[in-house]
């Protein structure tokens, strides 16, 4: 079967010419043709409607959306999934984290040809010195998509916050245990691009904020253990909506990251 394309992308809510931004985004991810779209930092309020639903328009999607905080001053910010596959169910979770700072998780189940894909969006805490909420965050985000089985591997995508060497991270990729648990994803750029830094947080960005340390790896495509018959095979992946628009404007504070997911065709993801 062919690849599914993915893409997520932190939308950074209403923040600087928004407008101008989202036409940027909808000519990149048009030329990208995705099949699903992670969003975080999605705004929706009167005044506006949903940040995310001209892009959705803009690629023939259906949208999905989970609030995650109603008392920002712009409206809601929350998480989105724009996805070209029809969307069968939907839920979220409260992560762990203090009522100021609050994170979610959600779920929805894609129905593609091959089968029932759950794919999950998260957005975790950004403080720097908050790595041990980042840790209880993806422990519960573990929990979350185990118990939500599919038919095919899930797809877990979303701005972590924290880079490939961190603790959390580590723990997604099965490289050391959290809170008594275990887990495995694979992280579609570095299985991809091992020896790259892969930025989504860079200094090549004017958005990217100087008091907040950039040229960081903040964003990622986490994909469940391949299936026997090859469905779950990272065939690529990339950094993307890294250049500005004609107008010098780039989408976002954050890059984004693409990956395609589908039939094994490369040794290494075939074992």
Same mark, same amino acid.
């Given at each position: /079967? ?11 809510? &209403?923040?600087?010419?928004? =407008?101008?931004? /989202?036409?940027? *985004? ?5 030329? &990208?043709?995705? %099949?699903?779209?992670?969003? =975080?930092?999605?705004?929706? @309020? ?6 995310? @639903?001209?892009? +959705? ?14 008392? !920002? ?31 979610? +998780? /959600? &779920? ?5 040809? @091959? ?9 975790? !805490? ?10 209880? =965050? ?8 185990? !118990? ?27 490289? /050391?245990?959290? @809170? ?6 694979? %992280? +579609?750029?570095? $299985? ?24 960081? $790896?903040? %964003? ?12 779950? !095979? ?7 909506? %890294? ?7 780039? +989408? ?6 693409? *990956?395609?997911?589908?039939?094994? =065709? ?6």
């Amino acid at each position: /079967m062919p690849g599914v394309r993915i893409v997520t992308l932190n939308l950074w809510n &209403l923040k600087s010419d928004w =407008q101008a931004r /989202m036409r940027v *985004a909808a000519a990149a991810l048009a030329a &990208l043709q995705p %099949d699903i779209i992670a969003l =975080q930092e999605v705004v929706e @309020a009167p005044e506006i409607g949903n940040q995310a @639903a001209g892009l +959705a328009k803009a690629l023939e999607g259906e949208l999905a959306y989970d609030a995650v905080d109603d008392k !920002s001053s712009a409206g809601k910010i929350g998480n989105a999934v724009i996805s070209r596959h029809p969307i069968r169910r939907r839920e979220s979770v409260r992560l762990p984290g203090p009522s100021d700072d609050p994170r979610r +998780a /959600m &779920l929805v189940d894609i129905e593609l040809p @091959a089968g029932h894909l759950p794919f999950f969006n998260t957005h975790l !805490s950004w403080e720097m010195w908050h790595a041990p909420r980042r840790e209880a =965050q993806v422990v519960a985000l573990d929990e979350f998509v185990h !118990s939500h089985p599919g038919s095919l591997p899930p797809i877990i995508c979303g701005d972590f916050n924290t880079p490939p060497d961190s603790a959390a991270i580590y723990f997604m990729t099965g490289r /050391m245990g959290l @809170a008594g648990r275990g887990t495995y994803y694979r %992280d +579609a750029w570095g $299985r991809r691009h091992p020896h790259e830094d892969g930025y989504t947080w860079s200094d090549r960005n004017p958005h990217a904020v100087r008091w907040i340390e950039r040229n960081r $790896r903040l %964003d990622y495509i986490f994909v469940g253990q391949i299936r026997a018959d090859g469905w779950g !095979s990272i065939l690529d992946s990339r950094v993307v909506l %890294d250049v500005p628009g004609s107008d010098g404007i780039f +989408a976002s504070d954050h890059f984004g990251v693409y *990956a395609e997911i589908g039939v094994a =065709q490369k040794v290494e993801e075939a074992v």
